[in-house]
């Protein structure tokens, strides 16, 4: 069983960054893929970024292609957002989640494990 607990989501203005944090309850964090979503109020469920298991590749929308950078520390259990130069439409809810898969997914059926979310508001 995983447990994952974001945290880190505020109100920010536009171009402020903010770093988003996921901690893991797991024994192995090492064997779970990551990856961050997010869902705006009205619209699906959108891939943000993924890790593979090392951290030695990573996955991003091109919406937010060198803005954002996810990270992960296997001796803490934790995986990272950072986000940079926000803009208004970043607004949304985002989570983590684990996915013990070797093939790194994009939609949110590849992954088995969720956190409960963070807020994060982008003002204008």
């Known amino acids: 069983q995983v447990q994952l607990v974001e945290s880190g989501g505020g109100l920010v203005q536009a171009g402020d960054s903010l770093r988003l944090s996921c901690a893991a309850s797991v024994r192995t964090f090492s064997s779970y893929a990551m990856a961050w979503f997010r869902q705006a109020p009205g619209k699906d469920s959108e891939f943000v970024a993924a890790?593979?298991?090392?951290?030695?590749?990573?996955y991003y929308a091109d919406s937010v292609k060198g803005r954002f950078t996810i990270s992960r520390s296997n001796a803490e259990n934790t995986a990272y957002l950072q986000m940079a130069s926000l803009k208004p439409e970043d607004t949304a809810v985002y989570y983590c989640?684990?996915?013990?898969?070797?093939?790194?997914?994009?939609?949110?059926?590849?992954?088995?494990?969720w956190g409960q979310g963070t807020q994060v508001t982008v003002s204008s």
């Open positions: 989640a684990a996915s013990q898969r070797v093939v790194i997914r994009t939609s949110s059926d590849g992954y088995g494990y």
């Open positions: 890790i593979t298991r090392s951290g030695g590749s990573t």
